[in-house]
T-cell receptor
Framework: DVKVTQSSRYLVKRTGEKVFLECVQD?????MFWYRQDPGLGLRLIYF???????EKGDIPEGYSVSREKKERFSLILESASTNQTSMYLC??????????FGSGTQLSVL | GNSVTQMEGPVTLSEEAFLTINCTYT??????LFWYVQYPGEGLQLLLK?????DKGSNKGFEATYRKETTSFHLEKGSVQVSDSAVYFC?????????????FGEGTQLTVNP
């Protein structure tokens, strides 16, 4: 069964902290994505990667960075968390044939 | 750039009612179109897709037809069930391949009452 696993379901952090959100897929997919989901705004793409050590900015990359050292793992980093980064974060992976598969999401609260 | 617009929610229906959720898009080229569903506490799951004009995607009683002339991909179901309560997202791909990055609409919350 296809699986995209996000390390935490709920996370609470303080303003200014460095935050790591981890995502692992077990499908040997080339492509991985990080979206954030906010009410009334749908899903917005933060960063994506089409290969190991490769990254591309999405529509809202400001305040975020990513790391893809291994094919199965794609990490989202908040360098200095702010309250406006409180959101649901969704990781996805895909191959060109199979389409996107999403993890269950991480609800991040920045206080 | 590409964009997707969905009808505003929330939508509340009684069981066995007819469902339509409107979706229109703006895109260059010929994108593929998708409907995703998100049940409470879960990630998004692909519900159906269409890759070219006049294609009809269908799954679990849901249908949507790719209408290039009206740039629309409206989701329909003839008789909804309580278990269909979820958030529905319309999306388009940047390219023809299903694995390309997606642009999503705002999402429409559907609640079906017994």
């Amino acid at each position: 069964d296809v699986k995209v696993t996000q390390s935490s379901r709920y996370l609470v952090k303080r303003t200014g902290e460095k935050v790591f959100l981890e995502c692992v897929q077990d499908m040997d997919h080339e492509n991985m994505f990080w979206y954030r989901q906010d009410p009334g705004l749908g899903l917005r793409l933060i960063y994506f990667s089409y290969d190991v050590k490769m990254k591309e900015k999405g529509d809202i990359p400001e305040g975020y960075s990513v790391s893809r050292e291994k094919k199965e793992r794609f990490s989202l980093i908040l360098e200095s968390a702010s309250t406006n980064q409180t959101s649901m974060y969704l990781c996805a992976s895909s191959s060109q044939v199979e389409g996107l598969f999403f993890g269950s999401g991480t609800q991040l609260s920045v206080l | 750039g590409n964009s997707v617009t969905q009808m505003e929610g929330p939508v509340t229906l009684s069981e066995e009612a007819f469902l339509t959720i409107n979706c229109t898009y703006t895109a260059t080229g010929y994108p593929s179109l998708f409907w995703y569903v998100q049940y409470p506490g879960e990630g998004l799951q692909l519900l159906l897709k269409a890759t070219k004009a006049d294609d009809k995607g269908s799954n679990k009683g849901f249908e949507a037809t790719y209408r290039k002339e009206t740039t629309s991909f409206h989701l329909e179901k003839g008789s909804v069930q309580v278990s269909d309560s979820a958030v529905y997202f319309c999306a388009l791909s940047e390219g023809q391949a299903s694995g390309s990055r997606l642009t999503f609409g705002e999402g429409t919350q559907l609640t079906v009452n017994p």
